[in-house]
Nanobody
Framework: QLHIVESGGGLVQPGGSLRLSCVVSGFFQSLDIYAIGWFRQVPGKEREGVSCIGAVGGTTHYADSVKGRFTISRDIAKNTVYLQMNSLKPEDTAIYHC?????????????????WGQGTQVTVSS
């Protein structure tokens, strides 16, 4: 069983930046045995994949809507995955969730991931 906690959300003006963190705990040898994804959800809409980082090699994928603005990374020693979000837009407003143990061959899909955090709210507004 894995425990996932996201943090770093908040209110930011358009054009601003935030860095989300996803701390993973539980019984595992190293964080890089898992593919980890970031997803977001707006009330009334389906949860959508934002970015993922693959196991071992750390290949990354991004949704077209965030490509060039968001960067996913990980610190294996801290069991933490980050999502650096720059040039934020109002349409980036959502609850952002981290998920672990899935696939990262393309933009992540909700159905491919097993463990989920509760999410952190990101609001982009002036």
């Amino acid at each position: 069983q894995l425990h996932i906690v996201e943090s770093g959300g908040g209110l930011v003006q358009p054009g601003g930046s935030l860095r989300l963190s996803c701390v993973v705990s539980g019984f595992f040898q190293s964080l890089d045995i898992y593919a980890i994804g970031w997803f977001r959800q707006v009330p009334g809409k389906e949860r959508e994949g934002v970015s993922c980082i693959g196991a071992v090699g750390g290949t990354t994928h991004y949704a077209d809507s965030v490509k060039g603005r968001f960067t996913i990374s990980r610190d294996i020693a801290k069991n933490t995955v980050y999502l650096q979000m720059n040039s934020l837009k109002p349409e980036d407003t959502a609850i952002y969730h981290c998920a672990v143990n899935g696939l990262c061959f393309q933009v992540p899909r909700v159905s491919d991931y097993d463990y989920w955090g509760q999410g952190t709210q990101v609001t982009v507004s002036s």
